[in-house]
């Protein structure tokens, strides 16, 4: 599956993006950053999605995972929506973010996807092949693993923990809805 755009609880909207963006600009002019993205919100006539956080760690055979490992998020009823994405730090660690760091996602069922790839040329973007063997970056296959279906509720949860085995597994082939690279949402 090549995945061009992540899916953000404000949806398509060029509108809503514009006023996402236009709020973290204002960050540093002073007064609090969330009442002038609420601000913002409010005088376009757009709501902002109920989130709920949704944030843990990511291993790989028991080991800090190397970098651009990314958490993917996959909503089984809205396959044509694509992914929400993290990408896990220097420790293995990651947050969903919809309109502030680590506030979370919409509430929902998901299933977890998992993918390393190299920084390509632009920024932003991952380019293939799938550097975890494509065991893990298929959610047509992570559905059948009751370990990757998530629910994210109210108050959330931050305390996810994914071992991610790949030592002595043979590579898979991508799977017709595999994610095998990422690119920049803008």
Known sequence: MFIRNQRRAL???A???VLWMCGA????????KGDRLEQAFKDAGISKAAVA???GIVTVDNAVPEPFTIVMLWDPQKPEAGVLRAICDAEGRFAFTSYDHGDGVPPGKYVAVFARFNLGG??????GPDLLNNLYNDPDKNTADPAFQITVSEPGKTDYHFDLAIAGKTPAMPGAHAVTEL???M
């Open 15 to 17: 509108r809503a993006i």
């Open 11 to 13: 949806g398509p909207s």
């Open 53 to 55: 956080p949704m944030a």
């Open 122 to 127: 632009r920024l932003g973007n991952f380019d």
């Open 25 to 32: 600009l204002l960050a540093g002019c002073g007064g609090n």
């Open 183 to 185: 690119h920049a949402t």
